[in-house]
């Protein structure tokens, strides 16, 4: 797999000055839940980088409740903790899910060697691997250069372009119920976007967090063309962050719409369908 490592590989490499390890464990109900569980106990050498706080801008009239971030800002944060742009970057959290987001927004910024941990920190807790609850100490060396790759990025101007071309699929990435209008915990509009189709990602993961062989996940994605761009979204960039990674992993051309439904209901104008 070239988006994923498995915890062996981490274990093995988890010394090297070149290989930097990101806790992404973020609470989607719970702000302070990443912090505290990183506080608790982490991969050892891990970093910590929080999901509102570093890897999403501030929430504006427009661009969603967790647009992408300052680049900037976040660069002098990653060059302070060492990173270059060649540096081995393994994100994981709890479940293979919010990682998912901060590999996105790193291969945004130009990172190649940006890899997603397979299982999370629930597999490297059950084969007993090395735990810490200490910060380790920023490397010498960190040169940033950021480039952003546009053509995983999408705004919302491009979505609505491309829901006028039959060659461009949007995929929903939120559990069915929120999908359909009958469930929506977050926001003030039920539905999804006029014409999107709908795969949670839930659905491309073991129930131990893994992710599924890629077998099961070519046939879970089998209702788009291959030659299809696909944009995938959910409520905030998170959900839709990993169908992207899985896409991406599977050599579908994918874009994330980062601003999602909390982007798209901020305009008025803008409707949701139910189904």
């Not at 839930?202 to 131990?208: A, E, G, H, T, Y």
């Not at 992207?244 to 999602?260: A, P």
Request: hydrophobic fraction near 35%.
């Amino acid at each position: 797999m070239r988006n994923f490592v498995d915890c062996a590989w981490v274990e093995k490499h988890m010394d090297d000055e070149e290989l930097f390890i990101i806790d992404c464990r973020f609470g989607l109900f719970d702000a302070s839940y990443g912090k505290g569980a990183y506080a608790k106990g982490h991969i050892k050498n891990a970093f910590y980088l929080d999901i509102n706080e570093d890897l999403s801008g501030a929430q504006k009239a427009h661009g969603g409740a967790r647009p992408v971030p300052e680049l900037s800002i976040l660069g002098k944060k990653l060059e302070k903790m060492g990173l270059r742009m060649d540096s081995q970057i393994v994100c994981y959290d709890d479940r293979t899910y919010s990682s998912a987001r901060g590999w996105w927004q790193l291969k945004n910024m130009g990172f190649e060697n940006v890899y997603i941990l397979n299982g999370g920190y629930e597999a490297w807790k059950q084969l007993g691997l090395p735990i810490s609850k200490e910060c380790p100490e920023a490397r010498q060396g960190g040169s940033i250069k950021i480039e952003q790759f546009h053509d995983i990025y999408c705004d919302i101007e491009y979505v609505k372009k491309a829901m006028l071309n039959s060659n461009i699929v949007l995929l929903d990435s939120r559990e069915h119920r929120r999908y359909t209008g009958e469930y929506e915990p977050l926001y003030s509009k039920n539905g999804h976007i006029p014409g999107a189709m709908n795969l949670h990602w839930q659905k491309n993961v073991k129930d131990d967090g893994r992710l599924k062989e890629r077998s099961m996940l070519e046939k879970n994605f089998s209702f788009v063309n291959s030659k299809m761009e696909i944009i995938t979204y959910c409520g905030s960039g998170i959900d839709g962050a990993l169908n992207f990674v899985i896409l991406d992993e599977l050599g579908y051309k994918v874009r994330l719409y980062v601003g999602s439904i909390s982007d798209w209901i901020s305009y008025e104008e803008n409707i949701l369908e139910c189904v």
